[in-house]
């Protein structure tokens, strides 16, 4: 079965600095998916970024990108110039055959301070 | 706002009680997903509907049950309800639910209280 590890449960960051969580998985699987989700206090689902494993290129949304190294399993998520906005609860999420659900982990809850 | 609808935002109920949680994918999605987040177990992928049929199933409860209707909408019915069962429980769509680039969205949840 895959497991997905977030080793940090807490993290705080200042305004406008960068913050980085990490996320590691264990699979047997070459061809997968890997997802940051973000959710704030109004407890929805917010996709952040995804990540093919096909793909060497580092994923990058506006001030969100991740760090993703397959041979090691890891898949970091990098945050720059934190807002209060940002607050809230990251998952990372693996996507694998058969029915293409989501394994997540268990969350770390980002402190964004002024 | 992801498109994806759940109703109701809350429900409170007894132990033994029966309860119906409805979902409504986007406009085009064909999959329907049911997850169970608690803080107990975190977030954990309940069954997977695919056009109407079962395609895969999680962590699944044999008192709950599931399905799709032909219009893409989907029920998730949790019967003889225990305390353990409150939980926040989300419907995620997407296009096809296969292999390829294939997002899932979430709605809102459906916040279950049972006392």
């Known amino acids: 079965a895959q497991t997905v590890t977030q080793s940090q449960p807490e993290m705080s960051v200042q305004e406008a600095e960068t913050v980085t969580l990490s996320c590691t998985y264990d699979t047997s699987e070459s061809d997968y998916y890997l997802f940051w989700y973000k959710q704030p206090p109004s407890r929805q689902m917010i996709l952040v970024i995804r990540q093919e494993a096909y793909k060497q290129q580092n994923a990058t949304e506006n001030r969100f990108s991740v760090n993703f190294q397959k041979a090691a399993k890891s898949f970091s998520l990098k945050i720059s110039d934190s807002q209060l906005g940002d607050a809230a609860m990251y998952f990372c999420a693996y996507r694998s055959p058969p029915g293409y659900a989501l394994n997540f982990g268990k969350g770390t809850s980002l402190l964004v301070t002024p | 706002d992801s498109g994806v609808t759940q109703t109701p935002k809350h429900l409170i109920t007894a132990t033994g009680q029966r309860v119906t949680l409805r979902c409504s994918p986007r406009?085009?999605?064909?999959?329907v997903y049911w997850y169970q987040q608690s803080l107990d177990q975190g977030l954990q992928f309940l069954i997977q509907?695919?056009?109407?049929?079962?395609?895969a199933k999680g962590n699944i409860l044999e008192r709950f049950s599931a399905q799709q209707f032909p219009d893409l909408h989907s029920e998730l019915n949790l019967s003889s309800l225990e305390l353990g069962d409150s939980a926040l429980y989300f419907c995620?769509?997407?296009?096809?639910?296969?292999?390829?680039?294939?997002?899932?969205?979430f709605g809102p949840g459906t916040r279950l209280t049972v006392l």
């Open positions: 509907y695919y056009n109407g049929e079962e395609r």
């Open positions: 995620a769509s997407s296009v096809a639910g296969g292999p390829n680039t294939d997002t899932q969205y």
């Open positions: 406009s085009g999605d064909l999959s």
